[in-house]
């Protein structure tokens, strides 16, 4: 099993940027795709976005599409999503997901 620790959340005024990361460690997720899920209060935790196993593919929710990136460093085991032009709609819990593993999360929070 990967065992999956986020960081980089915090409070941030819309039009900021945040950089979220996911360490993987434990069974090695190279093989594996990536992704980045959300949770906002009172909603059903989303997909955000998604990486293949060597970064040649990439997937994004529509709302995040021309703001958000993932990459991801196989040798680093490590995932990031890179936010920009974020809004206070992107107020969320933000968990990495590989497989069936899932971190603890990471809160992001967008003041208008």
């Known amino acids: 099993q990967v065992q999956l620790v986020e960081s980089g959340g915090g409070l941030v005024q819309a039009g900021g940027s945040l950089r979220l990361s996911c360490q993987a460690s434990?069974?090695?997720?190279?093989?594996?795709?990536m992704g980045w899920f959300r949770q906002a209060p009172g909603k059903e935790r989303e997909f955000v976005a998604a990486?293949?196993?060597?970064?040649?593919?990439?997937y994004y929710t529509d709302s995040v599409k021309g703001r958000f990136t993932i990459s991801r460093d196989n040798a680093k085991n490590t995932v990031w999503l890179q936010m920009n032009s974020l809004k206070p709609e992107d107020t969320a819990v933000y968990y990495c997901n590989c497989g069936e593993s899932w971190g603890q999360g990471t809160q992001v929070t967008v003041s208008s």
């Open positions: 990486i293949s196993w060597n970064g040649g593919n990439t």
């Open positions: 434990g069974r090695t997720p190279s093989n594996y795709v």
